[in-house]
């Protein structure tokens, strides 16, 4: 387990967010990064909940932000060293944008982004 401070980490998922290209980050909309303390389901790193880009139709409007929650001690838990954490933390983000953009789990397994 990384010993890594809860404002280590959001500068982390805030770095991840910073690797993400503008021509992608530019069409996010609607969507909230949480850095949650602790999954619903244990080992779960992070979670997407929302209604994602590509099934949004013309009656998309008045709707709660889409929410993409990092668990931080779960990733802690699953890393042994800082770098692993830094590792981690922008697969983590990655994966759950990416659902934002109506990529699923089998598609960014093949894309080595599980």
């Known amino acids: 387990m ?21 021509e992608l980050t530019r069409f996010m909309d609607n969507v909230v990064i949480t850095i949650a303390e602790d999954p619903p389901v244990p080992g779960l790193l992070g979670l997407y909940e929302g209604i994602p880009l590509t099934e949004r139709g013309d009656g998309y409007s008045g709707v709660l932000p ?10 802690l838990a699953v890393c042994e060293t ?10 983590t983000v990655v ?9 699923d789990d089998e598609r960014l397994h093949e894309l080595g982004w599980a």
Request: no cysteine; proline share 4%; charged share 30%.
């Open 2 to 22: 990384s010993e890594t401070s809860r404002a280590r980490f959001e500068e982390l998922v805030a770095d991840a967010l910073d690797t993400i290209p503008p």
């Open 95 to 103: 994966h759950e944008i990416a659902h934002h953009f109506g990529i």
């Open 66 to 75: 889409d929410q993409v929650f990092i668990y931080w001690r779960e990733i």
């Open 82 to 91: 800082a770098e692993d954490v830094v590792d981690e933390v922008r697969i």
